[in-house]
């Protein structure tokens, strides 16, 4: 992974090459927001998986992701690994990301047949939040 940030379009691109190793989310970090939009949205979300690190941030057509070389720390980022939905999906595998309308993510942990997880990773307040679907 290179050091190089994107837009939606391709930030769903680069999610969906990780999703097609099944690559495994390790950990999770953010930036939250603010005053009450931080208890949702974070200016930064940083998901670590065994291959790489992919670093979503807002943008004008929606998330921008930056992808990073394992091991890359960052400044200013809280982990997240015990919050909602973070916590039931340390461990398990990306396997499916959508593009979905207004720069949001549609992203699938868990294939179908072991009781998925779907997230929808999204635009709010000026910052990245993510909301569980399934």
Known sequence: MGNRESDGNTAAKLLARLAEHSARLLHVERAPLPGPAGGRASSALRLVFEVGIVELRPAAAGLAAVPLPPGSAGAG????DEDEPWWALLGHPLVRVQARPQGALLVQFRRDEDSPKIL???PEAGGVAARSLV
């Open 77 to 80: 980022l809280v982990p997240a």
């Open 120 to 122: 929808v990773l999204e």
